[in-house]
């Protein structure tokens, strides 16, 4: 009994530490981010809002709300590779044992791999059998704030918080490594929910940084579904034909200085 009563203890201690962690990242890096566009930077960011439409307080409430729910869920997936680590199933190095050089291409490797499985589970879940149940949560925010970063439904974040274990299954990543690729990954989507520019002008029709998805390129997706599934690249949409036809236009007029008010893209044939 003592022995279970010590298994159970261990793992709310993983739990509790993953929920800290899930959450916590996204505490910092959705307010930060909000606070940027709405009072430090105020006087750039008010001229690069990507929609005429705007959240509201309830919005943001809700998109809070749906966001703690899917760090619990995160967290428990969180304890289950813990478990695979402890048992050997999930293999993670050492990171004493590991050079900056190994740091870095785990790094690109893992953000390469999750641009690949977020873009082909997000078609699957634009599928009219499984939006409603799955995805729907998250497209509640037609104009998404930097909270909506984390605003997904309970099997949505089982499906998210799956591909961390799953790469970890075939390339080992050590803590570094995969600290480096959270922290990533939390601002890319606080950023790209921000409903505001953050890109360079130029961005999107450079051969040099066309391929990074500027936040024009999710909030046109969040606007009216349908095109743009990528996430941190433009290669699979582009590669799928499921670029919105309009990002780059759309794009140049956000980040053009003195421009007009924001306007509201032409739907698109959804793609499922
Ligand atoms: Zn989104
Ligand atoms: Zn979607």
């Not at 930077?41 to 809070?64: T, W, Y």
């Not at 749906?66 to 760090?71: D, E, G, Q, W, Y």
Request: charged share 15%; proline share 5%; with cysteine.
């Amino acid at each position: 009994m003592e022995f279970f009563d010590r298994v159970a203890e261990l793992f709310a201690e993983a739990w509790l530490y993953n929920f800290t962690f899930d959450l916590g990242r996204y505490l910092v890096a959705a307010p930060i981010a909000f606070l940027l566009i709405h009072t430090l930077c105020r006087p750039f960011f008010i001229q690069r809002r990507i929609q005429a439409r705007q959240a509201g307080a309830a919005d943001i409430r809700r998109e809070l709300r749906v966001s703690v729910i899917a760090a619990l869920v995160f967290s428990t997936v969180g304890v289950a590779v813990f478990a695979g680590i402890q048992a050997g199933v999930v293999k993670a190095y050492s990171s004493a044992t590991i050079d900056p050089l190994t740091i870095a291409l785990g790094f690109v490797a893992s953000v390469i791999g999750h641009d690949a499985y977020f873009y082909w589970t997000h078609r699957a879940m634009h599928h009219p059998r499984l939006f409603r149940l799955v995805h729907r949560a998250h497209h509640r925010s037609r104009a998404p704030t930097a909270f909506a970063a984390y605003a997904f439904g309970p099997l949505e974040a089982v499906v998210q918080s799956l591909y961390l274990p799953l790469f970890l299954l075939v390339v080992p990543l050590d803590s570094v490594t995969i600290f480096l690729f959270l922290t990533h990954m939390i601002v890319r989507n606080a950023i790209g929910h921000s409903g505001h520019e953050w890109f360079p002008s130029g961005m999107v029709g450079s051969r040099w940084f066309g391929w990074i998805t500027a936040v024009t390129h999710h909030d046109l997706h969040h606007e009216h579904g349908g095109a743009n599934y990528g996430l941190y690249f433009t290669w699979w949409d582009r590669w799928m034909g499921t670029e919105h036809p309009d990002y780059r236009q759309r794009f140049d007029a956000v980040t053009q200085p003195d421009r007009g008010p924001p306007v509201i893209a032409v739907p698109v044939e959804a793609k499922s």
